[in-house]
């Protein structure tokens, strides 16, 4: 019997099974396939988390059941993020655990001045945002004690982020990165070492129960800026950057879905950004880790990988 169940296998969910098992404690994570870290501490389970009969069999005995599960792609949200939630609300009630779960800021929307607290209004009006602030809702209705974390943009050791995705690729074949966001804009990182950090804190202190809390994150930074402080800890000259028109993504989106779905989120990208958390850290002494600390642990992980064809 686990005393912690984990739901993904990606850059938090590891990140999160780490600590715990650091502390001693026992894991269990469950994925499609059986993925997640070895350790003898932590069980790795392939199962279906969207299966309410089934996740409430594995989480049996649980303390915590951390949500950590998204979807690669935006154009699956609406099709699988219901389900799983739905599960693990279930799961969480039958066993008397506390659900914490993972978020971004989808659910404010556009706000003035792009500034985000923990007691900004959820006011999105794209589909994501509103389904993220329905996911939200459905929680804090289910009769559980549930927490939702909330993070910017994820930097850190395996992160699908904008380093992954764009600037690595182009440091490392020394060509031009084309950005899909303004590159002189201030935006919030999270590391993602500190969402596991406050899932882990926030889950376990009954003050966190029955509201959104932030992950404590860096002063934002530009795009621009970002890719120097990569480009150092790389020891490679910085990329030269192409900044993408805006309206390039909102054309292609009348014809691509994926390329839609970035486009509604675009906002984020061709406007300043602020993730605040000033709660968090007043209320619990978290703080955020040093920005070229978490760029070192991105760009240190990176290298060491084994080259493929």
């Not at 699956?76 to 779960?101: C, E, F, G, M």
């Not at 932030?214 to 970002?226: G, M, N, Y």
């Not at 209320?283 to 955020?288: D, I, M, Q």
Request: glycine share 8%; hydrophobic share 40%.
């Amino acid at each position: 019997m686990a005393q912690h169940v984990v739901i993904g296998a990606g850059s938090i969910g590891t990140r999160l099974s780490r600590l715990l098992v650091e502390r001693g404690e026992s894991v269990r994570i469950i994925t499609r396939g059986g993925s997640g870290p070895a350790h003898p501490l932590i069980e790795r389970v392939a199962a279906d988390a969207s299966d309410p009969a089934q996740l409430t069999r594995l989480s049996h005995g649980a303390e915590v059941i951390y949500h950590c599960a998204n979807p690669p792609s935006y154009t699956s949200w609406q099709r699988l993020l219901p389900p799983l939630q739905t599960a693990a609300i279930s799961a969480a009630k039958a066993n008397d655990a506390v659900l914490a779960l993972t978020a971004g800021l989808y659910a404010y929307g556009p706000q003035p001045g792009g500034r985000m607290n923990e007691r900004t209004p959820m006011a999105a009006t794209g589909r994501k945002g509103r389904l993220r602030r329905r996911l939200w809702e459905q929680a804090l209705a289910g009769g559980i004690r549930t927490v939702e974390v909330r993070g910017s943009d994820y930097i850190g050791r395996d992160a699908a982020s904008l380093y992954s995705l764009v600037l690595g690729p182009a440091l490392e074949k020394g060509r031009a990165a084309t950005v899909p966001g303004h590159l002189d804009m201030p935006h919030s990182f999270t590391y993602n070492g500190d969402m596991a950090t406050a899932l882990l804190t926030l889950a376990r202190d009954e003050r966190a129960w029955g509201r959104a809390w932030h992950v404590p994150s860096p002063p934002a930074v530009t795009i621009r800026d970002l890719a120097h402080r990569y480009a150092a800890a790389a020891d490679k000259p910085p990329p030269t950057l192409v900044q993408l028109p805006r309206f390039t993504m909102r054309a292609a989106g009348l014809f691509v879905p994926i390329a839609r779905e970035i486009a509604e989120m675009d906002y984020q990208w061709y406007a300043p950004f602020h993730l605040d958390a000033p709660e968090t850290a007043d209320t619990f002494g978290l703080t955020a880790t040093d920005l070229d600390t978490a760029v070192h642990d991105q760009v240190g992980e990176a290298r060491t990988q084994p080259e493929t064809l």
